[in-house]
């Protein structure tokens, strides 16, 4: 089994900050790829930031929607079970229940993907 935790969404003003929190627990062999996905009201889930390991011919590296470039960063800690996503300059259209996501390995065999309950991040004055 798997856990994904994750913490710190909150209701924040237009250009203010906040910091997500997501760690993984449990029967992990190796994590490849850590990040987070988000779905406002009435739309579709969509990629907000990756950060992937590297290996193999894999370079790894992160990756951001082009929405939160250049305001969001995404982070992984030293043991890189936690996942962290800085939020900036917060728009009232970043609001949204965001979702951890990992890719990760439970033995030797393929990757597969878990999703964590999410977490509301309102932005509004």
């Known amino acids: 089994q798997v856990q994904l935790v994750e913490s710190g969404g909150d209701l924040v003003q237009p250009g203010g900050s906040l910091r997500l929190s997501c760690t993984a627990s449990?029967?992990?062999?190796?994590?490849?790829?850590m990040g987070w996905y988000r779905q406002a009201p009435g739309k579709q889930r969509e990629l907000v930031a990756t950060?992937?390991?590297?290996?193999?011919?894999?370079?790894?590296?992160?990756n951001y929607a082009d929405s939160v470039k250049g305001r969001f960063t995404i982070s992984r800690d030293v043991a890189k079970t936690t996942v962290l996503l800085q939020m900036n300059s917060l728009k009232p259209e970043d609001t949204a229940v965001y979702y951890c996501?990992?890719?990760?390995?439970?033995?030797?065999?393929?990757?597969?993907?878990?999703w964590g309950q999410g977490t509301q991040v309102t932005v509004s004055s």
């Open positions: 449990g029967s992990i062999f190796s994590i490849k790829t």
């Open positions: 950060i992937t390991s590297g290996g193999g011919s894999s370079a790894g590296g992160t």
């Open positions: 996501y990992t890719q990760l390995r439970t033995g030797m065999g393929p990757t597969h993907p878990y």
